[in-house]
């Protein structure tokens, strides 16, 4: 399968600190990726995308960085809040239809 | 529908028996895609339909697994004579197949064979 990878397994940050995912992915092909939020018994819910002609991507505060020189994504959350939560996948294709997904970030926020 | 469906939520059934998981895709998506999450893992894809043409079983784990779409709408993921490292939760996604849109998933099917 694709290597969708991300460094860090577990990230816990402080209530109001800004917290940055990093997920790295080895197909240089692929040109459309997604962040993806996962709450404790739901499904994955889209965050946030980018497409390989952009390098950074805002959204409601969150951020998408994308460095394609050596093949990296960020997603970056301001001023992390409880909610937030959650495991974040990255996810990549090269097709357009099938997504690749890395093992996932399970970030905690500390109240 | 405003969004995925999968029924059942929850589903617990013994080992060797037969298990049906059902998959009710957004309204017009024509893509529909099965995913299988192992606690604490990332998505494991199984099987991708898209509209008409023949689906792309290339990641379904054993002949155990099969899956239908009927009527380019519902699917049905059947798991012969489960196993217990058949327990995950099951998740289905759909998309209007359109590049460059991603998916929208159901919240799933645990599954736990005992």
């Known amino acids: 399968g694709e290597n969708v990878g991300l460094h860090l397994p577990t990230l816990s940050v402080q209530e109001g600190d800004n917290s940055i995912i990093n997920c790295a992915y080895s197909n240089s092909a692929s040109d459309y990726f997604i962040w993806y939020k996962q709450e404790s018994g739901k499904g994955p819910q889209f965050i946030i995308d980018?497409?390989?002609?952009?390098d950074k991507r805002q959204g409601q505060r969150v951020t998408v960085l994308l460095n394609k020189t050596v093949k990296h994504l960020s997603l970056q959350i301001a001023a992390t809040q409880p909610g937030d939560s959650a495991v974040y996948f990255c996810?990549?294709?090269?097709?357009?239809?099938?997504?690749?997904f890395g093992t996932g970030t399970s970030l905690t926020v500390i109240p | 529908g405003a969004g995925v469906s999968q029924s059942p939520s929850n589903k617990v059934t013994e080992k060797g028996k037969d298990v049906e998981l059902r998959c009710d895709p957004i309204?017009?998506?024509?893509?529909l895609y099965w995913y299988r999450q192992s606690l604490g893992q990332g998505l494991e894809f199984l099987i991708y339909?898209?509209?008409?043409?023949?689906?792309?079983k290339s990641g379904l784990p054993s002949d155990r697994f099969s899956a239908e779409r009927t009527g380019g709408s519902v699917s049905t993921l059947t798991i012969q004579r489960t196993q217990q490292e058949d327990s995950a939760v099951y998740l289905c996604a759909s998309s209007s197949g359109v590049r460059g849109y991603g998916y929208t998933f159901g919240s799933g099917t645990r599954l736990t064979v005992v």
């Open positions: 980018i497409r390989s002609n952009m």
């Open positions: 996810a990549e294709t090269y097709t357009g239809n099938q997504f690749y």
């Open positions: 309204s017009g998506h024509t893509a």
């Open positions: 339909f898209q509209g008409n043409s023949a689906p792309d």
